[in-house]
């Protein structure tokens, strides 16, 4: 089966062609416009300029995405682009899209949800992942522990009550005028860093549930930089190497116990802070070191932030049990929860 994925939700217009068989997938292309450096002006993403971003690009993105996978447009199978949650204004770009295409080719269409795209990247290279699968997904919006019996099947375990792993890595990296969007900026700043110098706190951490919170950890850093350095010569290296530490900490304390107490069999990552280096290998290790006969699988560095990819392999595992979206039915939801 050929899919085209269609990814507009935030701030990258992106178009990917997959090959799936068997559950075996194939990226044949994997196009990304990224508008980083439009939006790191203004520290964020401004969504009117995102709109007009995606207007510009979507049509460039799709073409070199069907050029560079040599696929004519007879032999897509079926659309697959991200209706919720995200922007609403950058979603319609992407569904509006998929949607004339679908017109035009007389294809099938599958509107998809973000989270699932993330969650999804993980059975790239990996067709062999055990249910019962624990996922700690952790991106812009959102920081959850979901529970997976079988395909798209998801049960809730834990959440953020406040800011979301990722959302924290930004405002530090605002707090500390490194640039956006801020959890690369402080994995690499953290490299050079010491990850004891500072004693953060490790919100939840002891908590008997699976619930996390980050916006007192980010608290924390600002009242270090404002009470004992003032804002001035504040050693970013060693704050940014003991933040990274505190918030993997807690992602990874909280993960190890939610795979004991519901004994999956694998454990996954999602979402754009599943790029953090740190994170990865620390929780490979402990879940090497403390959970035996438990599996890990986590994405590769492109399949982590928000790609094509992602939605077109969700798209091929919802079109194999034969769930489209009608063409009617297919208008963004900027609030859509998978849960
Ligand atoms: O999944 P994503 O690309 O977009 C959303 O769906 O939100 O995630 C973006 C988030 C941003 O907060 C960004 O700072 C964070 O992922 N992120 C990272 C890293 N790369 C991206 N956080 C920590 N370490 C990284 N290397
Ligand atoms: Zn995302």
Redesign the pocket.
């Known amino acids: 089966m050929i899919v085209l994925g269609i990814e507009t939700?935030?701030d990258?217009t992106a178009a990917s062609i997959i090959k799936g068989e068997r559950g075996k997938i194939k990226i044949l292309s994997h196009i990304i416009a990224s508008q980083i450096k439009t939006h790191s002006l203004y520290g964020g993403v401004v969504p009117e300029v995102a709109a007009r971003q995606h207007v510009l690009n979507i049509v460039p993105v799709i073409d070199v995405a069907l050029r560079q996978a040599k696929i004519k447009p007879a032999k897509i199978d079926v659309i697959s682009v991200t209706r919720g949650p995200?922007l609403i204004t950058s979603l319609r770009v992407g569904t509006q899209a998929a949607k004339t295409l679908a017109y035009l080719w007389d294809k099938k269409l599958v509107g998809l949800n973000?989270?699932e795209g993330?969650i999804y990247a993980n059975w790239y290279n990996n067709p062999q992942i055990k249910f019962p699968v624990l996922c700690l997904v952790?991106?812009?919006?959102?920081t959850e522990l979901i529970l997976m019996k079988k395909h798209n099947n998801y049960k809730l375990i834990g959440r953020t009550r406040d800011d979301?792993?990722?959302?924290a890595?930004?405002k530090v990296?605002k707090l500390l005028s490194l640039g956006?969007?801020?959890?690369?900026?402080?994995?690499a700043m953290a490299e050079k860093g010491n990850p004891t110098a500072f004693d953060f706190p490790r919100p939840m951490i002891n908590y008997k549930n699976f619930d996390f919170s980050f916006s007192g950890l980010k608290t924390s850093v600002l009242y270090l930089l404002k009470k004992e350095f003032n804002n001035k010569k504040a050693p970013v290296a060693d704050i940014c190497a003991s933040f990274?530490q505190a918030v993997t900490d807690v992602l990874i304390s909280k993960t190890l116990a939610a795979a004991k107490t519901f004994r999956v069999k694998n454990v996954l990552l999602?979402?754009?802070?599943?790029?953090?280096?740190p994170?990865r290998e620390k929780l490979g290790e402990e879940i090497k070191n403390n959970l035996p006969g438990v599996g890990y699988y986590f994405p590769p560095l492109k399949l982590?932030?928000?790609n094509a990819a992602m939605i077109a392999i969700a798209g091929y595992f919802q079109a194999q049990k034969k769930n489209f979206t009608t063409w009617k039915k297919l208008e963004p939801d900027p609030n859509w929860e998978l849960i």
Not at 180 to 187: I, L, T
Not at 270 to 277: E, F, L, R, S, W
């Open positions: 939700s935030c990258e995200g973000h989270m993330h952790v991106s812009g919006g959102h979301a792993a990722g959302e890595f930004d990296a956006y969007p801020g959890g690369p900026k402080v994995q990274q999602a979402g754009g802070v599943a790029a953090n280096g994170l982590c932030t928000d």
